[in-house]
Each structure stands twice: as structure tokens, then as C-alpha cells.
């Protein structure tokens, strides 16, 4: 799920406002985009790629990896599923608000053909300096900067603050992996850092977890098995129980998805989690240090 | 969107579900009319939330004038922060047992769940850890559904006996009404074997996804409304995601997960925020009609502006801000923090036009706000 400039992309949806937009960022940044998707201009092309009517006519000629989505929420599945169908290695939804049955489609689908999807309602992902697929401010050198650094985020806007924090703290990003803010997203947190743990280019992870759901407890069964630092921030600590705040995944129901249970399962499994993110990049320095130490006195008792 | 127990009898009943008699009343002489038409009844509290058992909202009346006492006492009464305006009347059923049946949303397996247990009654986390072997649970294929084979296969080894083909009857016809509506989640706890054999609900609890509402508009108007404040409702009326919260350092950022944590971020500096207010996605060009919101809170004190754009560009955000400000003169001082797409037009615009710089760190603007409103 770590995009490399080699993933060929595919735009649906690349002919709307949005899409041209961030075709052309995407394009700018390195990313290799191969076509786009819209059934009205088929045979045209656009931002000097060629549109296709569907992903699966896309598939046919030339063929493409990644499939990104700037689709509006009730013709999400169709074209989720068209992609899965078309032989999609990924589907980044960026889509917020489709009907979660819909979305339980779109992971059935999924699952069937081996597709993974990142999303819905993610913001995408981003590897510096090579390429990124969504609505990232990958462009911005003081927000990514090519690094050793994993971030896993569930939002855009605190996952941009995050990465931010880490440049000014001397700390690049191997990649950034956006998962979305819904309840039934299709790479949790967990599978994030798996990613992020089997990347070689990855020193050290970000984890970015908010209230709501309990992905963030699940994925302390990795922390706990990985050498290398862990540290998180949870958003959400403030926000009054009952209440949507803003994704429909951040809700804490009775015990369910509280942030005092993420926190502790994160810091139990050996993570250190902050209390404001500008505290990330000094934590991120203390662990690293100590990881490097522990090599060191490795390799001399070797 | 969720739906008080009669509006989901209602939905399940239009989907050709049989469910007990009963009249929705809003004063003790109708709920005694009820009772002298149906003769023994329940007098249920009518609130979209769960716990009115426990909260005196449910009380059984053998005649015409208990039920008229029993309304009396429950009208106006307040569970779980929504005042009873209305209570269901319901004739009183014979039961045999009671059962909890369910078909909800699943995280985990990224599918509908339907889940059953023969403790009726019972919170189901309680039956979870109380007594497992009682429960039972299928993730289920959306795209194949859930039909009496399914059904059989999950209450396969209950002890059900005759009420074991009824039950699977009403199984199907659940997650029917669930797929049919959108359903986030449909519980019917107590789910009840009556002394004739019929299984029916007497309970019912519905949510229906708010981002499928544009296609279950037959149903809508029965849902509960969501009791929101006037400025949340102007709030939506915008198109806004507006909460409303206690304290008095305004909030103004984009993106949900931003937001959240600069109410964080206002609680750790020893504050507390006044409202939740994220003008991310589509809506950053509401610049404008978010601080007019913000500042028509009588209780905000200071405010903070946190931006950190990716899709939503600051600068725009920020003209929008500006905007308002000229317009509406505020008293209140403000602080700001803005990174990311759009960043430098933003900052200068906001040094220029309004005299004010932009901290570089947000922790630094909200600690400033904090400080200003106490």
C-alpha cells in the first residue's frame, strides 16, 4: 500500500473540478497517472491522458494498478466495483458519506478479487519524493519531505499537521498512509502498520488514531511485536460521548471506542502516546535514540 | 437517524412484520381511550434511546384508568436527556420466553452481523460475558443475504423447541427490513415467544444510516429528530458541522480529525472549548458563515482559527474569515495557526488585513486563546 512511481494510476472521475485539480498535482508531483474515467468522454483525453468509459476498458488498454476516486457518493459503489472488477491492486476511495451498505458491497467485492481498498474517506497516500495518490499536500516541501519516517493517520487535515510537525523536527517520511475516517474503512490501522513494519525504507512509526471504533487497540498486538518505535497521538480526548464528531467513525458509545482504551492498549504494547501533537517529534527522538543505542550495544556484543 | 420504538414498529410493520396492538398517545385521556379499545396494555415512554425500563418509562396498567395514571406519570418525564412527550400504548402480551435478536453494521468483518440469543431482555454486552454460550452470531455475504437456511444454521443447537421455526421466520424478515431501510442497526430485545406461539417484538430499535436518508425518504419522516441547539441548526441549515459544547474558547478548524484535536489541545492548555466546527471538504469556502456562527455563541470568550490545509485550501479559508470579520466587527480576540495548502497567501493576508500574525505553532495560538478567555 506504499505507492511507488512505478504504480500506474488511474483517475475516476478526472474530468470534475477536483479530479483535473488533482490530476495535475499528482502528475507535477511524479506520479505515473495512466488514464482517467468518465463514460461521457470516453475516447477524449485530459490532462494529457486518455479517458476511458470504464476501469475495466481501462484494464484492457495498457492496464493500470491503482485505481483513485473523485466520485460522488451515490455512484461510489458502481465505480468502486468496476475497479475491483477490472483486476484494481488498489482502490483509494476518497469518497466521504456513501451509504455503509454500499460500502459493505465495495469490501465484499474486495475481498473476492484480492483488491485492497484504502478508504472510503481517506485522503490518500503519499511516499515523498516519488510520488502520491489523493488529496495530500504532497507538494509542500515544509509538510513532506523524503525520510525514514511512517505515518499512519484516519484524518487528512490532522495527518498534514502531523507531518508538518515531524519536518520541523528534523524527521522526513517514508510514507504517509492514509486509512480514512469511516467506521468500515478496508485498511485499518493495524494493516497500515503491518505495511509499515515489513518496509524496509521505515525506521520509525507516526500513528495517528482518533476516538471511535477500536482499530487502534487491535493494532497494539503489532506494536508489541516490533523493534521499531512506536509513537501515537489519539484525537478525540475532549469530545463529548454520543456525538459524531465530524466521521461518522468518531463516535465513543458507552465503553466502545474511548480514548482512554486506545491509549492504554498503545502504551501497554510499548508505544508512547503524547498529549499534543507537537510533543510527537521529541518522543520520536527519545525512542530513536534508544533503538540506536540498543543496535549499537547489539552489534558489539557480536 | 434514529427511530423511537412505535416509528420502528411502524417501519417493521409496513414491511409486512406483525407487531403488537398498540396507539401512540400524548396525554393520559388518550392513553386511556387506548386501554378501554385494547383492555390490558403497556405504557411505554417514547425516546429514541435506550434504559426507560430502568428509568420508570415502562409501566404495565390492567385497566382504562391505570393506564390513564400510568401516562400521567411517565409524560414529561426525562430519560436519558429527551423529555417524554408521547408514550405507546401496547396490549399486554402472554409470554412464554424472551429472546434478542439483532442485525446491525460490523467493523470487524466489514459485513452485516446478525445476532440472536435466547436471554431476552438482557443489555447484550451483559450476555456476552455472562452467559456466551446463549449467543450467536453470522457475519453474512451481503451481496448472497440471509435466508431461512442461514437462519436454521445459526440457531442450530439452541434449545428452542417449537418456537425454533417462527424465530428463523422472524430472522429473515429482520434482516429483510434492515437491507430494505439502510439499516445501521435494528435490535428487538425483548424479541418474545407468546403462550400461542407467535414470535413478535415487543421492543424495537432502528438506526438508519443518515448518509442514505436521500434514498429512504418513505421512511424519514418518522425518525426521531435529532434535538439540536439553534445555532446547530442553523449549523445544518449551512451544510456546517456544528456541535455545540459547554465551554468558552470558539473553534474554528478544517477537517474533522484537526478539529477534534484543537478542542484536545484547547483542554490540555486548562480551557475549555465552546464548539466543535470543521470547515474541511467541500465546505472551506464557508469561511464566512462558519465565524458568524462561532461568534453568535454569547459564551465564546477568545477564538481559535487552526488551519492546516490539504484539500482545503487556507487561503481561501482564510479570506472567508477575514471577510466575517470586517463585516461583524467582533470584540473577541482571535489566534491563528495556518499550515499547509495555500499557506503563505493565507499568513499574509491575515497580517495585512487584520493586523493579527499567525503563531507557528498551534499549541502556541491555543494556548493564547485560552489565556485571553479566562
Redesign the interface.
Known amino acids: 500500500m506504499i505507492v511507488r512511481k512505478s504504480d500506474r494510476v488511474l483517475v475516476q472521475g478526472i474530468t470534475g473540478k ?1 479530479g483535473t485539480f488533482w490530476t495535475e498535482q499528482m502528475q507535477a508531483y511524479g506520479t505515473t497517472v495512466v488514464g482517467g474515467v468518465n463514460p461521457k468522454k470516453a475516447g477524449q483525453s485530459h490532462c494529457g491522458v486518455p479517458i476511458f468509459a470504464t476501469a475495466k476498458e481501462a484494464m484492457a488498454s495498457g492496464g493500470f494498478d491503482v485505481s483513485v476516486m473523485f466520485i460522488p ?2 455512484a461510489a459503489k458502481a465505480a468502486a466495483i468496476d475497479a475491483i472488477e477490472a483486476g484494481a491492486k488498489t482502490v483509494v476511495c476518497l469518497t ?10 465495495m ?3 474486495a ?1 473476492e478479487h484480492g483488491t485492497r481498498i484504502i478508504g472510503p474517506n481517506t ?1 490518500g497516500i503519499v511516499t515523498p519524493g516519488e510520488g502520491f495518490v489523493g ?3 504532497a507538494f ?1 516541501p ?2 513532506f519531505q523524503p525520510g525514514r519516517v511512517g505515518v499512519i ?9 502531523v507531518c ?1 510537525n515531524l519536518v520541523r523536527g528534523g524527521h522526513g517520511q517514508s510514507a504517509f498512509l492514509g486509512i480514512g ?1 469511516d ?2 474503512i ?1 485498511t485499518t490501522t493495524k494493516d497500515a502498520l503491518a505495511a509499515l513494519i515489513d518496509d524496509p525504507g521505515t525506521d520509525a512509526i507516526a500513528l ?1 488514531g ?2 471511535g ?2 482499530m487502534e487497540e487491535e493494532a497494539a498486538e503489532l506494536v508489541a511485536k516490533t523493534d521499531k518505535p512506536v509513537v501515537s ?1 489519539i ?6 460521548p454520543g ?1 459524531k ?6 463516535i465513543v458509545t ?1 465503553d466502545r471506542g474511548s480514548y482512554a482504551s486506545k491509549r492504554g492498549a498503545l502504551e501497554r504494547a510499548g508505544a508512547v502516546v503524547v ?4 510533543d510527537l517529534p521529541a518522543a520520536l527522538d527519545a525512542l530513536m535514540a534508544e533503538a540506536a543505542k540498543r543496535s549499537g550495544a547489539q552489534r558489539l556484543a557480536d | 437517524m434514529n427511530f423511537e420504538e412505535q416509528a420502528g414498529k411502524s417501519v417493521l410493520a409496513r414491511a409486512g412484520v406483525s407487531v403488537p396492538q398498540g396507539r401512540l398517545c400524548a396525554s393520559a385521556q388518550e392513553a386511556e381511550a387506548a386501554a378501554r379499545a385494547i383492555g390490558p396494555v403497556v405504557v411505554k415512554a417514547q425516546v429514541p434511546t435506550g434504559k426507560r425500563g430502568k428509568s420508570g418509562g415502562v409501566k404495565l396498567a390492567a385497566t382504562p384508568e391505570e393506564a390513564a395514571a400510568s401516562a400521567q406519570a411517565i409524560l414529561g418525564m426525562e430519560i436519558g436527556g429527551f423529555p417524554v412527550a408521547r408514550v405507546l400504548v401496547e396490549e399486554q402480551a402472554a409470554i412464554a420466553r424472551e429472546f434478542y435478536a439483532a442485525v446491525l ?1 460490523d ?2 468483518s ?3 452481523l446478525v445476532l440472536f440469543s435466547t436471554e431476552g431482555g438482557m443489555d447484550i ?1 451483559e450476555v456476552a460475558a455472562t452467559r456466551p454460550e446463549s449467543l450467536r452470531r453470522m457475519a453474512v ?3 448472497k443475504g440471509f435466508g431461512p437456511a442461514d437462519a436454521r444454521r445459526l440457531l442450530l443447537g439452541l434449545d428452542l423447541g417449537e418456537a425454533a421455526v417462527p424465530v428463523a421466520a422472524m430472522l429473515v424478515d429482520l434482516y429483510r427490513v434492515y ?1 430494505q431501510h ?1 439499516a ?1 442497526l435494528l435490535e428487538i430485545n425483548p424479541l418474545a415467544l407468546l403462550a400461542d406461539g407467535r414470535v413478535v417484538p415487543l421492543d424495537c430499535k432502528l438506526t438508519v ?1 443518515d ?2 436518508l ?2 429512504q425518504a418513505d421512511i424519514a419522516e418518522l425518525g426521531a429528530k435529532e434535538p439540536l441547539s439553534a445555532l446547530e441548526e442553523r449549523g445544518r441549515a449551512l451544510d456546517l ?1 456544528y ?1 455545540e ?1 459547554e465551554g468558552n474558547v470558539g473553534v474554528l ?9 484543537t ?6 492548555a486548562g480551557g475549555r ?1 465552546a464548539n ?1 466546527l ?1 470547515i ?2 467541500e465546505a472551506y469556502t464557508k469561511g464566512t458563515e462558519a465565524l458568524d456562527l462561532v461568534l453568535s455563541n454569547p459564551g465564546v470568550k477568545s477564538l481559535v482559527v487552526n488551519f ?5 485550501r487556507t487561503d481561501v479559508m482564510a479570506g472567508g474569515v477575514i471577510q466575517a470579520w470586517k463585516t461583524l466587527n467582533p470584540t473577541v480576540p482571535v489566534f491563528f495557526s495556518i ?3 495555500g ?1 503563505d497567501e493565507a499568513v499574509r493576508m491575515v497580517r495585512e488585513e487584520l493586523g493579527i500574525e499567525p503563531y507557528d ?3 502556541d495560538a491555543i494556548s493564547a486563546a485560552v489565556e485571553a478567555a479566562r
Do not use: W
Request: net charge negative; proline share 8%; aromatic share 4%.
Open positions: 477536483q457518493p451515490a466521504e458519506h456513501i451509504p455503509s451498505h454500499d460500502v459493505m458491497e469490501h465484499a467485492a475481498a485522503a488529496i495530500m499536500p509542500n515544509r509538510v493517520s484516519r484524518s487528512g487535515s490532522l495527518g498534514t499537521l508538518l475516517g467506521p468500515m478496508g495517528v482518533e476516538i471504533g477500536s497521538f484525537a478525540g480526548r475532549a469530545s463529548p456525538k464528531m465530524g466521521h461518522a467513525g468518531a458507552g498529549d499534543v501533537p507537537g | 453494521n467493523p470487524a466489514r459485513s452485516p454486552e455475504d451481503i451481496r437491507r439502510d445501521e444510516d448518509a442514505a436521500y434514498r458541522k456541535i459544547l478548524a478544517n477537517g474533522a480529525g484537526l478539529t477534534m484535536t478542542m484536545d489541545v484547547v483542554s490540555h472549548p466543535f470543521e474541511g471538504g492546516c490545509g490539504a484539500f482545503a499550515h499547509g495548502t499557506e505553532r498551534m499549541e
